[in-house]
């Protein structure tokens, strides 16, 4: 399971109604069950995501063995869902988990 950082502006909205419509939005299909929604597309075997607190949690399962287009469109899909339902670029995405990677490896 991976935790992104959410923008405070983005974070009041990201109910799970909202996750689900951005689900269905970029991967087409999307089920809501509670506050977790499912959905897969293309590589992505599975996909659960919910908002926990500050963040946004995903749980994502790839299958390895699709076309190299599929999986590059899965990709590009995937982090324009997360841009989305986070306010974060995939570079601004990567820079804070490193940030946070820092943090907890001088804290240990």
């Not at 799970?16 to 939005?25: D, F, H, N, Q, V």
């Not at 999986?71 to 601004?92: H, P």
């Amino acid at each position: 399971m991976q935790k992104y950082p959410v923008k405070s502006t983005v974070r009041k909205e990201l109910t799970p109604e909202r996750l689900e419509a951005l689900c269905g939005t970029h991967f087409d299909t999307a089920a809501r069950d509670g506050p977790k929604v499912s959905t897969t597309f293309g590589a992505i075997a599975a996909l659960s995501v919910w908002s926990e607190g500050k963040e946004l949690a995903v749980e994502v399962t790839m299958n390895p063995k699709v076309p190299e287009e599929v999986a590059r469109d899965t990709i590009r899909r995937y982090n324009q869902f997360l841009a989305a339902a986070t306010g974060f670029t995939s570079k601004e995405r990567a820079k804070r988990l490193q940030k946070a990677a820092k943090a907890a490896a001088s804290g240990s």
